[in-house]
């Protein structure tokens, strides 16, 4: 019978059946970060345990990181703390650090693939929900809690029940202007943002083939806001394009027999899915989200959705997006007045997303109310943009050329939203206070939506930009 | 610590209704206070936004202070892979979460610690979440093994996947040690895998 990607990766990392019936699932790469576990290393303190396969542990600084000034002790002293007993835990249990000093720090979900750390067949797991990001190999690869964090390490193994899968086939192409972030947003509003629950993803269809690694990571990145576990794109000749010569991958012969392997963990022609969903990606317009979940968004020539239009038990989540934000419904998002842009974030802070944003910022100046911020997802992402001038251009259009880092996607260092302002975001979340002030606002997009949105001060069409 | 002392086969305490759908991780606990190395202090914090904002914030009303069965929408916890979420929760006594339904990570979170959630119709949701407005004092109980809620007269189907069930009403979510217990096949079957025996 023919198999998918998950049944085989799934198999193969199979320790045994647990008496609960879920899977002792291996995993084979364990990505760390300073936010989700002090307390796991605390844990294993406690109960004196070592880190069972130290060598599939991987760690970075990256949530509190502070973009401007970086040098030691950090001004806030709870993130200086916190980089602090992430130095000192993986040191005292023998775990690489990818700290300033090694030129390779940078958001987690950007560093795995861009060192090859990520690769297809994997399991792969990390204390941060955005871990999805990584199926974009081929890989299944799961956020998890610090509990959970602590059973890795002490076991390089989950307690896990295999998902159901969905494949999510987008057909057609897609026009100038619309981007990778604009197809998972897409595909989050019909299936809907628990649409997923319960799920794995496998992304397909032409539109998702002709994707470069980048824009598949931006797709697999927010599965998680749909509700999916994990999500992943089989294998391909992007796949092994894409990893060959990364430091962390299989390097000369041992390259083409990794490449035979990664190509036999694809899914088999004629496999079977619990479900399919399809979407014409021809019909895809530049998305903004309007409300306080990324399920909640319209096409940019759209207008926002009443909620009386929606399902009875939908309604109170519709008012009280419509009075967080303060819009109306009916009124068009076109125009809608912005305070702040931020590009970055492990969705969409990686080179071709700078170039993206880069190629609308040369046709401007950053409007004269608007603060833009330009954070590159890792220090290589960052050198490779400065090498091709683009942190320059971003400064002759007023933008601001920041360090590496989490920043503004969750506010957790002095990258914050002041008050009610509005930002257009290439950000994953839209939640209430998720960009750090508790009256805050975000309208989701593609990282060349907000770069219009910066030199117009407004919700624009890129499309009109790049004629 | 018995084994006994892990079982999570009810629990008997008082409701506090937290309605709304999509109620995610960050406004559980908002990400600044994910600065710490602790999750001690954590419940304090809990809906901190939300109940700054709203003094009518359920968390705030005397009335459900001591209550352990929150009730909740639709996707409650979804985001955010944070367990300060359900730390939070914990922390400030909540002992089983009853729903319509879970982020995926939030509920396996909520295993980690030993807090059954169990899910339930959103018509029986809404009668519960009235009813526990009604009368805050009356008792709620969360049945894991029979998979059902009663409170007043009545008596409320409810579901927990069967693996999750297992574990709450086994004492066995404690999975650390459940996971050890594999030995030497965790290395047996890591050094099968052709990216870790090498190409």
């Known amino acids: ?467 | 610590m018995s084994p006994t002392d892990f079982k999570r086969r009810e629990v008997a305490g008082r409701g506090i209704p937290v309605p709304g759908n999509d109620i995610d991780t960050d406004r559980i606990i908002p990400a600044r206070f994910l600065k710490a190395v602790t999750f001690e202090g954590m419940g304090e914090h809990a809906f901190e936004d939300a109940r700054k904002q709203n003094p009518e914030h359920p968390f705030n009303q005397t009335v459900y202070q001591g209550a352990s069965v929150l009730v909740v929408g639709q996707n409650f916890g979804c985001g955010s892979s944070r367990e300060h979420a359900p730390q939070a929760l914990m922390r400030w006594g909540i002992k089983a979460i009853v729903g319509g339904s879970f982020g995926e990570i939030f509920f396996g979170n909520c295993v980690m610690l030993g807090i059954p959630c169990l899910t339930v119709s959103q018509a029986d949701l809404e009668w519960l979440q009235r009813a526990i407005g009604r009368d805050p004092q009356q008792p709620v109980a969360v049945d894991v093994e029979k998979q059902e809620v009663r409170c007043g007269e009545r008596v409320i189907k409810a579901a927990v996947p069967d693996g999750a069930r297992k574990q709450l009403v086994d004492g066995t979510w404690d999975s650390t040690a459940v996971l050890l217990e594999a030995g030497a096949a965790i290395e047996a079957t890591a050094r099968k895998l052709p990216y870790v025996r090498g190409y």
Request: hydrophobic letters at 40%; proline letters at 6%; glycine letters at 10%.
């Open chain 1, 1 to 467: 019978m023919a198999r998918t990607l998950l049944d085989k990766v799934w198999e193969a990392h199979t320790v045994r059946t647990l008496p609960s019936g879920q899977t002792q699932l291996l995993i084979g790469l364990h990505l760390i970060h300073e936010v989700t576990t002090p307390q796991a290393f605390q844990m294993l303190k406690e109960l004196k345990l070592k880190v069972r396969m130290p060598e599939r542990t991987f760690g970075t600084l990256d949530h509190i990181i502070p973009t401007t000034d970086q040098s030691r002790p950090y001004a806030d002293p709870m993130a200086e703390d916190m980089a602090e007993h992430m130095i000192r835990n993986t040191k005292e249990f023998g775990l690489p650090l990818f700290d300033m000093a090694t030129g390779k720090q940078g958001i987690v979900h950007v560093i795995g693939p861009e060192l090859g750390l990520t690769q297809p067949g994997m399991t792969i797991a990390c204390g941060d929900s955005h871990t999805s990001t990584h199926g974009a190999v081929g890989a299944i690869a799961f956020g998890i809690g610090t509990t959970q964090v602590r059973d890795v390490l002490a076991t390089q193994c989950l307690a896990m029940a295999k998902p159901r899968l969905r494949q999510v086939r987008v057909d057609g192409a897609l026009a100038r202007g619309v981007y990778a972030k604009d197809v998972i947003l897409a595909i989050i509003n019909v299936l809907g943002v628990k649409g997923g629950v319960g799920y794995a993803y496998e992304y397909a269809g032409p539109v998702i083939e002709r994707m470069t690694m980048e824009e598949r990571l931006t797709v697999c990145n927010m599965s998680i806001e749909g509700g999916a576990r994990c999500g992943y794109v089989n294998p391909d000749r992007t796949t092994i394009d894409y990893l060959r010569g990364r430091p962390h991958a299989p390097q000369g012969a041992a390259f083409e027999r990794a490449a035979d392997w990664w190509r036999s963990v694809a899914t088999e022609p004629g496999a079977a899915f619990d479900d399919v969903a399809r979407l014409d990606g021809s019909a895809i317009e530049p998305v903004v989200t309007w409300g306080i979940n990324p399920g909640m968004s319209i096409g940019v020539s759209q207008t926002i959705p009443k909620p009386e239009a929606q399902p009875e038990p939908e309604r109170p989540t519709f008012r009280e997006a419509l009075a967080h934000m303060g819009f109306q419904a009916g009124q068009p998002i076109m125009g809608a007045k912005i305070d702040v842009a931020f590009v970055g974030s492990c969705t969409n802070g990686r080179l071709s997303d700078l170039r993206a944003a880069a190629e609308v910022a040369k046709k401007g100046k950053v409007a004269s109310h608007v603060r833009a911020l330009i954070v590159p997802g890792s220090q290589q992402v960052a050198k490779a943009a400065e090498a091709e001038g683009l942190h320059e251009i971003f400064q002759a259009a007023g933008f601001q050329w920041r360090k590496a880092g989490c920043s503004m996607c969750l506010g957790m260092n002095p990258d914050k939203l002041e008050g009610r302002e509005m930002s257009a975001s290439s950000s994953n979340r839209n939640f209430i206070g998720r960009q750090g002030s508790p009256t805050g606002r975000t309208l989701l997009m593609s990282p060349a939506m907000v770069a219009a949105a910066a030199i117009t001060g407004a919700v624009t069409d890129v499309r009109e930009i790049l004629k």
